[in-house]
């Protein structure tokens, strides 16, 4: 199957500080990539719908300016937290998809901790 | 909006015993259905999917079913082994929004020895 790749995949920082968090597909190219968050023992949440060349669409209760997505071209997309703090901590994960209505394709997770 | 309910949330059995997975879904347009098994702290990974055109599909140890009518779906997995112990999400495309996929909240599946 396709490759997603996604890094870092464990990240530590202090409160108020800024991480930005890869999606890369490595061997096709998405139009569309998600972002989800995923707490412990819970299913993924899913935060926006990034896609290439234009804004992405954040869900409901998800606050744009705090995570800031930038899907620059087909292979990669970026998610930065900014400002971030302690509840901010969670698992982040990203999909891609080489089409609408197929198999999502996951990378391996990012774990933030905001200490 | 689509809505994905799933059933049980937490399942135990037997070593060699099979297990099943229920999801019902209310958007009657979805036609992509996915499983997902995720091991601790990894990324979910498509087990099976099938199509609102079938209404059955099977791999080996693992199988599911759609039933269109009454918008439910459900993975079977036949002869449990260890290394069937994670948890299962199953998902649904929503045709309102471009077909993206739906989550269940996932079954955590226990294999005992």
């Known amino acids: 199957g396709a490759v997603v790749s996604q890094h870092p995949s464990r990240v530590i920082c202090k409160s108020g500080t800024s991480v930005k968090i890869e999606c890369r597909s490595l061997?096709?190219?998405?139009?569309?990539m998600f972002w989800y968050r995923q707490f412990p023992k819970q299913s993924l949440m899913l935060m926006a719908t990034?896609?290439?060349?234009?804004?992405?669409?954040?869900e409901q209760g998800v606050e744009k300016d705090k995570f800031l997505i930038n899907h620059a071209s087909l292979t990669l997309s970026t998610l930065t937290v900014t400002s971030a703090h302690p509840e901010d901590s969670s698992f982040y994960i990203c999909?891609?998809?080489?089409?609408?209505?197929?198999?999502?394709?996951f990378g391996q997770g990012t774990r933030l901790t905001v200490v | 909006g689509e809505n994905v309910e799933q059933h049980p949330s937490t399942l135990s059995v037997q070593e060699g015993d099979s297990a099943v997975i229920k999801c019902t879904y209310s958007?009657?347009?979805?036609?992509?259905f996915p499983w997902y098994k995720q091991e601790l702290g990894k990324r979910p990974q498509l087990i099976i999917d099938?199509?609102?055109n079938v209404g059955e599909k099977k791999d080996q140890r693992i199988a599911v079913t759609l039933n269109k009518t009454a918008k439910h779906f459900s993975l079977h997995i036949t002869e449990t082994q260890p290394e069937d112990s994670a948890v299962y999400f199953c998902?649904?495309?929503?045709?309102?929004?471009?077909?993206?996929?739906?989550w269940g909240a996932g079954t955590k599946l226990i294999i005992k020895p």
């Open positions: 999909s891609a998809t080489q089409s609408m209505n197929t198999e999502a394709f």
């Open positions: 061997d096709f190219q998405a139009t569309t």
């Open positions: 990034s896609n290439e060349g234009s804004k992405a669409t954040y």
């Open positions: 958007d009657s347009a979805s036609n992509y």
């Open positions: 099938i199509r609102s």
């Open positions: 998902a649904a495309s929503w045709r309102d929004s471009n077909y993206q996929l739906i």
